[in-house]
């Protein structure tokens, strides 16, 4: 017999067993060969024609049977069980079946939410739903299926909330070696979770019970779930380019939603100790935690310090340092020779800078003498003239022992030399009194060649047009006493 006689013939014998158990519900042999025809299908048509027989079955039942959920003896609760697990082992193969799979799954947890709750007690199944998740996170997973599920889980609060919880009890399998794979997609559903605040008496949300049943939605226990869900994630081995995914999306606004933001910390230092542009992202991590929520690191400022390096000024996130390391430096209240000791640290790295840094780190200097009277010094000093006689130690790594305060900034002096005309008007703001207000410089932090090059092209030329010819041309090849015309001939 050929393959697709057998298949109708099983096809056909599945249809039979759906009409038998909906003319008898009392028929559950019926109901358990067609679960067996769901755990058995071998390719894709037959497994697409077992779940929608499968689900005939379990509509009818959640419709017409109140106590199926209620009762853990109901003769069919074990072949709801093994339907479900069958459904889960499809859900990775990644055709047409699995996306049937994931949409009947969904459906039957919010059938049992609805079937099962209570004015005293929700009936989302959390087991069901960790079950799934577990699934959903797996290396196997397909990356439609998580969309899938995102959309569901924003149409829905109660499944937000529940999601959040059960991907905070999933989360302790990152204490252990984890694949790439699986990271991302719990990164994927993670992110995706919403952690609204405290809801009026009057609001309502949205759930899958609608308006007959209140979900008994508690925002601390969302943030406690949410919190630990992100602290037990952070344990794993992120790939480089998710770390900065995910110090990107941990932003001051994120962090505020856990419960204690300090539990952050660990990772937060961890990330700065790896360098680059991982380091850079987790500064602004680390700055939240000192000043909002009194986090002790009292080497913080050092550790800043270190990160300005040559290195800095051709990193992704520039941009991003300097606008920190402005807020970070903007306290009145910092003893003068550390703000000395970044002054001086900058200027002499802005002699080495590409010219579009060099436009926002000189303003940066000169803000920092504008913030505290003390720098004043560095900019009068005459004694030191250049790197010979300069006290400056730029290899010290502790602002404290750099001498910087001693010094001057003499590297503005010597920029005003400059091959960029911008440049070398920038830097001759130590030649008069800096004024009271600071220069804003966030219109360059962002430059590059390319758009010096472009304004350079856009200015106007307001000197004398300089002489390119003896003689006016008439022509290519024209000129009077032109040596070329006698050996090569325009055709």
């Avoid at 952050?264 to 680059?276: P, R």
Wanted: glycine content about 2%.
């Amino acid at each position: 017999m050929s393959k697709n006689k057998t298949r109708k013939l099983t096809e056909s014998s599945v249809d039979k067993c759906v009409r038998l158990f909906l003319e008898d519900r009392a028929d559950t042999k019926s109901a358990e060969t067609v679960v067996k025809a769901l755990a058995c299908a071998k390719d894709e048509d037959g497994a697409v024609a077992a779940i929608i027989a499968v689900n005939k079955i379990f509509s009818r039942v959640f419709s017409e049977d109140e106590k199926f959920f209620k009762d853990d003896e109901h003769p069919l609760a074990g072949v709801f069980s093994a339907s479900w697990s069958s459904l889960l082992a499809i859900l990775p193969e990644g055709n047409k079946a699995s996306d049937l799979a994931l949409q009947t799954l969904l459906m039957w947890i919010e059938c049992e939410t609805v079937k099962k709750s209570t004015e005293t007690s929700y009936g989302l199944p959390e087991t069901r739903l960790e079950e799934l998740l577990r699934v959903l996170c797996s290396d196997s997973a397909m990356e439609k299926h998580l969309v899938q599920f995102q959309n569901k889980l924003e149409a829905y609060d109660d499944l937000n909330f529940y999601t959040c919880k059960a991907l905070w009890k999933i989360s302790d399998k990152f204490s252990k070696p984890t694949t790439e794979l699986e990271i991302q997609n719990y990164f994927t559903l993670i992110k995706a979770i919403r952690v609204k605040d405290k809801i009026t008496k009057d609001q309502t949300l949205p759930t899958f019970v609608g308006e007959e049943i209140d979900f008994p939605f508690n925002f601390q226990d969302l943030r406690k779930f949410y919190q630990y869900a992100w602290v037990n994630f952070l344990r794993a081995a992120l790939p480089e380019k998710l770390y900065i995914h995910v110090l990107v999306f941990l932003d001051e606004k994120k962090v505020a939603l856990f419960k204690n933001p300090c539990l952050m910390a660990d990772f937060l230092i961890e990330s700065y100790n790896k360098g680059g542009s991982i380091a850079l992202l987790a500064l602004n991590g680390l700055f939240t935690l000192i000043h909002k929520y009194n986090l002790e690191l009292p080497d913080f400022y050092t550790r800043l310090y270190a990160l300005f390096k040559a290195d800095i000024f051709y990193q992704k996130y520039r941009a991003r340092f300097f606008f920190l390391a402005d807020l970070f430096l903007s306290s009145s209240h910092l003893p003068a020779y550390l703000v000395a000791a970044f002054a001086k640290k900058m200027a002499r790295l802005c002699l080495i800078a590409p010219a579009y840094s060099q436009l926002h780190v000189i303003p940066f200097i000169g803000n920092l003498v504008i913030r505290h009277a003390a720098l004043s010094r560095m900019v009068h000093c005459q004694e030191t003239k250049d790197m010979n006689s300069d006290p400056f130690d730029e290899n010290e790594t502790d602002p404290a022992k750099s001498r910087a305060l001693e010094s001057s900034l003499w590297e503005l002096k010597t920029l005003q030399s400059h091959w960029l005309q911008s440049v070398a008007a920038k830097s001759s703001i130590i030649n008069s009194a800096f004024p009271k207000i600071e220069w804003d410089f966030s219109d360059v932090l962002e430059g590059s060649y390319v758009q010096l090059f472009e304004k350079a092209v856009k200015d106007k030329y307001r000197g004398s047009i300089p002489t390119t010819n003896y003689h006016k041309p008439k022509g290519l090849l024209k000129h009077a006493d032109d040596k070329l015309k006698s050996s090569w001939i325009l055709e």
